[in-house]
Nanobody
Framework: QVQLVESGGGEVQTGGSRRLSCTIS??????LGWFRQAPGQERQFVGG????????VYGDSVKGRFTIYIDNADNTVHLQMNSLKPDDTAIYYCAGRSATVISRAKSQYRSWGQGTQVTVSS
């Protein structure tokens, strides 16, 4: 059974940091994306990473503040979020796809986690 489980969400103050984790079990993926969805808004691409190597890619709104990296020891992909703003408040999801090319389109991902809430207070 394929499982993607996000963890690490919670409340943080503006300017603070938070690290989210996506633990993968049941299969291997070619690439993994992080998305977020705020109330009343579309699910937005945050960033992604390929398990084949290469640099992660990021959405414009998080570039320079967020970092994605893989921890092969425990089959987990982390999303390190720094300099958080209230606009970063959302439910954060990780999603996997078979292709090693990172996609920014949520329709290209077949396996999704349940999401974890991040709230940035001002």
């Amino acid at each position: 059974q394929v499982q993607l489980v996000e963890s690490g969400g919670g409340e943080v103050q503006t300017g603070g940091s938070r690290r989210l984790s996506c633990t993968i079990s049941g299969r291997t993926f070619g690439s993994l994306g992080w998305f977020r969805q705020a109330p009343g808004q579309e699910r937005q691409f945050v960033g992604g990473i390929s398990f084949a190597g290469g640099s992660p890619v990021y959405g414009d709104s998080v570039k320079g503040r967020f970092t994605i990296y893989i921890d092969n020891a425990d089959n987990t992909v982390h999303l390190q979020m720094n300099s958080l703003k209230p606009d970063d408040t959302a439910i954060y999801y990780c999603a996997g796809r078979s292709a090693t090319v990172i996609s920014r389109a949520k329709s290209q991902y077949r396996s999704w986690g349940q999401g974890t809430q991040v709230t940035v207070s001002s």
